[in-house]
């Protein structure tokens, strides 16, 4: 499986903004909680943790871009 985000269920508020970004479908609502589900798909584009209004999602790594 390839890297994917790091889902803190905790913080996960339920309003399922990140699911609706999500292009590959790694994210799914269980409950009222966020869930990630095993997929080769997910090349972490960022989104969901962009519009994640709680924080409950996270990058496992620092994306950097070099200038050229």
Do not use: H, S
Not at 1 to 23: D, K, S
Not at 30 to 55: N, S
């Amino acid at each position: 499986m390839a890297e994917q985000p790091l889902v803190n269920p905790e913080l996960c508020n339920g309003c399922g903004l990140c699911v609706t970004v999500c292009r590959c479908g790694a994210l799914v609502m269980v409950g009222r909680v966020i869930t990630l589900k095993e997929t080769e798909d997910c090349g972490y584009c960022t989104y969901c943790e962009a519009v994640c209004p709680t924080g409950a999602i996270r990058c496992p790594f620092e994306i950097i871009f070099e200038e050229e």
